[in-house]
């Protein structure tokens, strides 16, 4: 069976106190859980949340450079990310590819860069509505997809995730409903066992966009959704807490 993950962005959030009042009970709770619980602070903050997440809390960043060094003003490399002790990286989120205008290859390049570092890489990947509305969303997501790992050796996948974030539903309190969720994530699942059946079942595929305390375990109970991205809803501890136990 696949342990799922429940990771919580933070994006441009937080504070010192959040962390300090925070961090102690979900490293509490990471203790405890059957699922992976993941936390993706502002950069700012990882060197200290990685100081509180004790053994069992995972840390993570929410973006990485290509590069593994050099004359790059306010990036931060892999390599960087491996050093500091953390163990995830998120890439591809919609928020990059739209307002920073990431593509597929420099995602692609950001992946290989993580997994050369050591990291394990969160791919988000995810349709517009406009491309939904159009009939467009597998074709939008597997491309995505498989724009990454056609860069990868299958070796590369045990340290890969996938998590699909409809982009309508980031933020804007539209879940997808399981069974749109599902669909996605059983093509996703589909399209990678082209490449190799038993690499494909192992793959953590994690859905975000709008994940909540009460619709949580009715998405994580699919069978090919294995736990979440969860950007608003990680910034309160209560609610976060009750996703992470509506994991595994
Ligand atoms: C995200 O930013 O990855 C996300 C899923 O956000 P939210 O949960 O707020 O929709």
């Known amino acids: 069976m696949r342990k799922q993950i429940v990771a919580g962005n933070w994006k441009m959030n937080g504070s010192n106190e959040l962390l300090n009042s925070f961090v102690p009970a979900l490293a509490e709770e990471a203790k405890q859980s059957q699922a992976e619980i993941l936390v993706c602070p502002p950069a700012l903050f990882l060197g200290d949340m990685r100081r509180l997440a004790g053994e069992y809390l995972l840390v993570g960043a929410q973006n ?39 593509t597929d290859a420099l995602i692609a390049a950001k ?5 050369n570092a050591g990291l394990t890489a969160v791919l988000c ?30 070796a590369d996948w045990a340290n890969l995730v ?22 996605v994530h059983q ?47 990680s910034l309160n501890s209560d609610e976060f807490i009750s996703i992470c136990r509506s994991a595994n």
């Open 64 to 102: 990485c450079h290509e590069a593994v060094s050099g004359a790059f003003t306010g990036e931060i490399s892999a390599d960087m990310l491996a050093d500091m002790q953390l163990s995830h990286v998120l890439v591809g989120h919609s928020e990059r590819r739209a307002i920073y205008g990431e």
């Open 187 to 233: 093509a996703i699942r589909a399209a990678l066992a082209e490449y190799s059946p038993e690499h494909a079942d192992a793959m953590r595929i994690l859905y975000g966009g709008s994940v909540k305390a009460d619709n949580a375990a009715e998405l994580f109970a699919c069978p090919d959704i294995d736990g979440g991205l969860v950007g608003g809803a």
């Open 162 to 183: 996938v998590a699909y974030e409809p982009v309508w539903a980031i933020g804007t309190g539209k879940t997808a409903s399981s069974e749109q969720a599902q669909d």
């Open 111 to 115: 992946t290989k860069a993580a997994l």
């Open 125 to 154: 990947v995810g349709e517009t509505l406009e491309e939904r509305e159009a009939g467009r969303t597998l074709d939008v997501v597997l491309g995505q997809v498989s724009a990454v790992v056609e860069q990868l050796t299958l």
